[in-house]
């Protein structure tokens, strides 16, 4: 048995999409309205973001709970870290090292928290 996909819960679907989308190169591979919307990648895996009661208000997730990105070098992560900046997207340091990877955290939709890393040696 394989994780098949995550489903995250966000006070504006449409927001979240386009964040994703432009941020993070991710193509929605299926839409229903202002409800859900669900990403895909070449591994299979997907995950959603959805507001399917339609409440308006921001989405309350654990404390440090975050999504993770992984990329192929170290290299990566800086060039992401600077795109993401340059578009005042709210990162919460500069990429650094953490065991075998160098990361950086940055704020998504509804103060989603995001890691992007990639390990230290290729």
């Known amino acids: 048995m394989?994780?098949?996909?995550?489903?995250?819960?966000?006070?504006d679907v449409q927001a979240a999409r386009v964040f994703?989308?432009?941020?993070?190169?991710?193509q929605?591979?299926?839409a229903r309205g202002s409800q859900l919307a669900f990403f895909g990648d070449d591994?299979?895996?997907?995950f959603g973001v959805s507001n399917l009661n339609g409440q308006s208000g921001r989405p309350s997730y654990p404390p440090d709970f975050h999504?993770?990105?992984i990329?192929?070098?170290?290299?990566?992560v800086e060039a992401v870290y600077q795109r993401l900046r340059?578009?005042?997207v709210e990162t919460l340091s500069a990429p650094r090292e953490g065991g075998p990877n160098v990361y950086f955290m940055c704020r998504g939709p509804d103060d989603l928290l995001i890691e992007v890393?990639?390990?230290k040696w290729p």
Do not use: K, W
């Open 2 to 11: 394989r994780l098949n996909h995550l489903d995250l819960q966000v006070s």
């Open 20 to 26: 994703f989308e432009t941020h993070f190169d991710l």
């Open 43 to 46: 591994t299979g895996f997907s």
């Open 117 to 119: 890393r990639a390990p």
């Open 71 to 76: 990329l192929e070098e170290a290299s990566q």
């Open 28 to 30: 929605c591979v299926y």
């Open 86 to 88: 340059s578009a005042g």
């Open 67 to 69: 999504i993770g990105f």
